[in-house]
């Protein structure tokens, strides 16, 4: 267990070859084994990206974090410079200098100005403190910075404008809402979310999350376990190891440069080299291994490849395996639901292995429509219609 939750494994293979199942048997198994071993004591700590909002139901025991009901809460003031800048300039490939030093300037008056209703020390603040600002501070400070003439204010505007669609959009309310500048320092509230006591896995739905914010989302979870990590005493690491899970890793850590995955390259990538020492392991899981960040995919020390039938996918996976191993990889396409190859420091000896079967109750919420049953069913009526409409326009569930 140790080899396989701490030096991060990888999870590969085709659509529908069972890597949520075996995602979901790894889990079972590790809250499981409290009770197998007989163990007083027992609470692992494990952190769900969840994008399709499919394993709550496999998780009698979990905390839902999601963004339809309010109880994901991952203000803006969370996150760090770039992250902010990749929020608000958006998902363009290059970002101008001169935009990116307007909000760090106006970043670290706001920052400045939390510290002060907060008490803190204003002068040890940097534009990367997590310290609660208020929004309008942070607009006042853009503001303020305008140079005279109009026609140069276009980039000042430009980050004006996407602040306020930003703040606007109802599915982005986790993020946006502001910070009521009250007296108590809302941090730890925002930690206890993650990593408290009581119930596990905690699952982060991100499903209703739009694609430009799914990045930076990812991107402050993951950065926000690590730093946790980095700040602990090593005495309370050691009592404290966490497991993130990213499913679909290829949506968080592609191969590709692009500017609104950036910030989530970085977070997950420095835990997947780094995360070792501070006791913070990874589980990738991905149907596109070909389209994971090499640096990432390569970090991992075990892994578990179900089929693949791929080509280039399958070559990729190869070409990461130990040099002994690559042979293994003539049988990927040839394997069965739930059948896998199993190689790497936490396999005793590179095993073609069978995940255990679990029930309904414990499968991640399949996402197969049944055209046979949905077809005898009555099509969709005008209320209900109507109630899709009207979800859809306020872009709420
Ligand atoms: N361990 C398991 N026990 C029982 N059934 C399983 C198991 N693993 C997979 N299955 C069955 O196979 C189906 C597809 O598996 P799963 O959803 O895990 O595929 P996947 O590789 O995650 O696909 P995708 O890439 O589309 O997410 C499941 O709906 C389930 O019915
Ligand atoms: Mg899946």
Same mark, same amino acid.
Not at 20 to 29: D, E, K, M, Q, R
Not at 60 to 66: I, M, N, R, T, V
Not at 182 to 192: E, R, T
């Given at each position: 267990?140790?080899?396989?939750?701490?030096?991060?494994?990888?999870?590969?293979?085709?659509?529908?070859?069972?890597?949520?199942?075996?995602?979901?048997?790894?889990?079972?198994?590790? %809250?499981?084994?409290?009770?197998? *071993?007989?163990? &007083?004591?027992?609470? $692992?700590?494990?952190?769900?990206? #969840?994008? +399709? @909002?499919?394993?709550?139901?496999?998780?009698?025991?979990?905390?839902?974090?999601?963004?339809?009901?309010?109880?994901?809460?991952?203000?803006?003031?969370?996150?760090?410079?770039?992250?902010?800048?990749?929020?608000?300039?958006?998902?363009?490939?290059?970002?101008?200098?001169?935009?990116?030093?307007?909000?760090?300037?106006?970043?670290?008056?706001?920052?400045?100005?939390?510290?002060?209703?907060?008490?803190?020390?204003?002068?040890?603040?940097?534009?990367?403190?997590?310290?609660?600002?208020? %929004?309008?501070?942070?607009?006042? *400070?853009?503001? &303020?910075?305008?140079? $005279?003439?109009?026609?140069?204010? #276009?980039? +000042? @505007?430009?980050?004006?404008?996407?602040?306020?669609?930003?703040?606007?959009?109802?599915?982005?309310?986790?993020?946006?809402?502001?910070?009521?500048?009250?007296?108590?320092?809302?941090?730890?509230?925002?930690?206890?979310?993650?990593?408290?006591?009581?119930?596990?896995?905690?699952?982060?739905?991100?499903?209703?999350?739009?694609?430009?914010?799914?990045?930076?989302?990812?991107?402050?979870?993951?950065?926000?376990?690590?730093?946790?990590?980095?700040?602990?005493?090593?005495?309370?690491?050691?009592?404290?190891?966490?497991?993130?899970?990213?499913?679909?890793?290829?949506?968080?850590?592609?191969?590709?440069?692009?500017?609104?995955?950036?910030?989530?390259?970085?977070?997950?990538?420095?835990?997947?080299?780094?995360?070792?020492?501070?006791?913070?392991?990874?589980?990738?899981?991905?149907?596109?291994?070909?389209?994971?960040?090499?640096?990432?995919?390569?970090?991992?020390?075990?892994?578990?490849?179900?089929?693949?039938?791929?080509?280039?996918?399958?070559?990729?996976?190869?070409?990461?395996?130990?040099?002994?191993?690559?042979?293994?990889?003539?049988?990927?396409?040839?394997?069965?639901?739930?059948?896998?190859?199993?190689?790497?420091?936490?396999?005793?000896?590179?095993?073609?292995?069978?995940?255990?079967?679990?029930?309904?109750?414990?499968?991640?919420?399949?996402?197969?429509?049944?055209?046979?049953?949905?077809?005898?069913?009555?099509?969709?009526?005008?209320?209900?219609?109507?109630?899709?409409?009207?979800?859809?326009?306020?872009?709420?569930?």
């Amino acid at each position: 267990m140790n080899e396989l939750l701490g030096k991060h494994t990888a999870i590969l293979g085709s659509t529908g070859a069972g890597k949520s199942g075996t995602v979901a048997a790894v889990l079972h198994s590790l %809250l499981e084994r409290g009770t197998e *071993a007989g163990l &007083a004591n027992w609470k $692992p700590r494990i952190v769900v990206l #969840d994008p +399709h @909002n499919e394993y709550s139901v496999a998780f009698p025991g979990h905390k839902k974090l999601s963004t339809d009901d309010g109880s994901l809460v991952l203000p803006y003031w969370l996150l760090n410079f770039s992250e902010t800048v990749a929020l608000v300039i958006g998902k363009t490939e290059f970002v101008a200098t001169s935009q990116a030093n307007i909000v760090k300037v106006a970043l670290l008056k706001a920052r400045v100005e939390g510290a002060k209703a907060l008490g803190l020390t204003p002068a040890k603040i940097t534009v990367d403190s997590p310290v609660p600002y208020k %929004l309008s501070t942070f607009i006042a *400070a853009v503001e &303020a910075d305008k140079p $005279p003439q109009a026609s140069k204010q #276009d980039s +000042h @505007n430009s980050i004006l404008e996407k602040l306020d669609v930003l703040v606007r959009d109802a599915r982005v309310a986790f993020m946006m809402n502001e910070w009521n500048g009250a007296a108590q320092d809302p941090f730890s509230a925002i930690l206890l979310q993650l990593v408290s006591d009581g119930a596990q896995p905690r699952i982060v739905d991100l499903s209703g999350v739009p694609n430009e914010v799914a990045g930076v989302s990812s991107a402050v979870i993951a950065r926000t376990l690590f730093n946790l990590k980095v700040w602990q005493t090593a005495d309370e690491r050691q009592n404290d190891p966490v497991l993130l899970v990213c499913e679909e890793a290829h949506r968080y850590v592609p191969n590709r440069g692009e500017a609104q995955y950036e910030a989530a390259q970085e977070a997950i990538r420095r835990i997947a080299k780094e995360g070792r020492k501070y006791g913070i392991g990874l589980l990738l899981v991905s149907q596109r291994p070909s389209e994971v960040e090499a640096t990432v995919l390569s970090q991992c020390n075990s892994w578990i490849i179900l089929r693949i039938t791929n080509d280039a996918d399958r070559e990729h996976v190869r070409a990461i395996l130990p040099d002994s191993m690559a042979g293994l990889t003539k049988m990927l396409s040839g394997l069965r639901r739930q059948e896998a190859i199993f190689v790497g420091q936490a396999a005793v000896l590179p095993s073609r292995i069978l995940i255990r079967s679990l029930t309904p109750e414990q499968l991640p919420r399949s996402n197969d429509i049944d055209f046979d049953k949905g077809w005898q069913a009555a099509a969709l009526n005008d209320a209900q219609l109507s109630a899709i409409a009207s979800k859809w326009r306020y872009q709420t569930k």
